[in-house]
């Protein structure tokens, strides 16, 4: 493998005798162009090679974004899995109405806890509106 990006040249060495002279030969020296199928390979070497740097240093300028899609593609992937747990769960005959049962007390302590009450209204308003300052920021 070459460091340099020239192509590499295959070189032909043929000695010829001289006519003239007795001893001494004649050398001519050829050179061939590589082949096309020795290039692709040089360059896929050359790729492969460098492979591991470029994927560092892509992720080394995209690592926010990159986190960002990866993020949202897990949280994706596991409410569609929590989805496919909970259908399942609805197909069983009784898991369906004891669901329904949990969701419809949770409520009703809710409504007790918060709504009946009139210092728990007033406390659960406080926590609502420090709730909305703190998402849409303070009025001034």
Not at 9 to 21: F, H, K, L, R, S
Not at 88 to 102: Q, R
Request: aromatic share 8%; no cysteine; net charge negative.
């Amino acid at each position: 493998m070459t460091s340099s990006n020239e192509p590499e040249t295959t070189v032909i060495i043929t000695e010829i005798p001289a006519e003239n002279e007795a001893d001494s030969t004649k050398v001519i020296i050829t050179e061939e162009p590589p082949n096309q199928t020795q290039q692709i390979k040089e360059q896929i070497i050359s790729i492969l090679s460098e492979l591991p740097a470029y994927i560092g240093s892509f992720y080394e300028q995209y690592k926010s974004p990159l986190t960002v899609v990866g993020v949202i593609l897990a949280s994706i992937v596991s409410l569609k899995v929590l989805l496919g747990v909970i259908d399942e769960l609805n197909d069983i005959p009784l898991l369906a109405p004891t669901f329904e049962l949990i969701g419809i007390g949770y409520s009703a302590w809710f409504i007790y806890r918060y709504l009946l009450r009139s210092s728990n209204r007033q406390q659960l308003g406080q926590e609502i509106q420090a709730l909305k300052e703190q998402v849409f920021g303070k009025k001034s």
